[in-house]
């Protein structure tokens, strides 16, 4: 899976996407992030990517050339690039849609700063325009990381081990149970019992209540999505009677 980066401030993209699980991906081949920077596209003596608003307002936008140059210089090669800008009025990020950018084999992802990016690359350039949150960055580079990120763990063989990417939150719209791992007993707080029994069925079972008690709480939005059975009602009964019991006697841990 190639990645093209189109940005200002190239340096931002080194250490996040160097460490870690994403990095050894690159070192691996399973993926690759080229960043290119827009101002090595602009033209004139002064290189100058950015200008005044048509209309009047605050602040500077960037302009469409030297984006556009870059565009097409990255769609004359193989293979043929899905093309995203990254903007707060995109559609939002979510999961489902990071499964399915992780099956195309290019993605090419526009970082604005400023104001933003001049509407035509969005109308004319971009196929997709993408949001991480209802909250507005400074500039596309984080946004941009975060969705590399999302996307690229997905990618088989970069994550190790495939069976904790289909357990985990959102692989169904429910949240994923609460981990634990040594020591046993912390600060005198102890693991839950159940996770100790080595009863793989008994753990399995609790840790769905939990699951879906967690959603329920935190969640509803998801929670309504979420297909119950029965023993997923039995199971999310118990889980409330514990949390009850648990609140009862002094000790709150929700
Ligand atoms: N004035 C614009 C915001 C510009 S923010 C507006 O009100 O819509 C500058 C740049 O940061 C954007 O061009 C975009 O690339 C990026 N950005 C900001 N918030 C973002 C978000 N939530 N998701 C993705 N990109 C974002």
């Known amino acids: 899976m190639i990645f093209d980066v189109l940005t200002l401030f190239p340096g931002m993209f080194e250490a996040p996407l160097g460490e870690s699980i994403v990095g050894k991906a690159s070192q691996r081949g399973l993926i690759k992030v080229r960043v290119h920077n827009i101002r090595d596209y602009a033209t004139g003596k002064h290189l100058v990517t ?30 043929r690039p899905w093309v995203i800008l990254l903007s ?21 992802l526009i970082c604005g700063r400023y104001e933003g990016v001049d509407e035509r690359v969005a109308q004319y350039a971009a196929d997709d325009e993408i949001s991480i949150g209802d909250y507005v960055l400074t500039g596309g580079e984080l946004a941009a990381m975060v969705l590399i990120d999302a996307v690229a763990r997905l990618i088989p063989e970069v994550v190790g081990n495939a069976a904790s990417i289909e357990t985990e939150t959102f692989a169904e719209p429910v949240l994923e149970y609460p981990q634990y791992t040594r020591p046993q007993e912390f600060r005198s707080h102890r693991v839950p019992e159940v996770l100790l029994s080595g009863n793989h069925r008994a753990i399995e079972d609790w840790r769905r209540g939990q699951a879906l008690l967690r959603t329920k709480l935190r969640r509803p939005d998801l929670f309504a999505l979420t297909r119950l059975s029965c023993k997923d009602l039995e199971l999310l009964r118990e889980a409330e009677q514990q949390l009850k019991q648990a609140k009862g006697s002094g000790f709150d841990d929700t």
């Open 50 to 79: 950015d200008d005044r608003p048509f209309g009047g307002g605050e602040g500077m936008v960037m302009k469409p050339d030297p984006i556009m140059r870059a565009l097409d210089k990255l769609q004359t090669e193989q293979p």
């Open 88 to 108: 707060p009025q995109g559609r939002l990020f979510k999961q489902e849609l990071a499964w399915k950018l992780s099956r195309l084999p290019r993605l090419v």
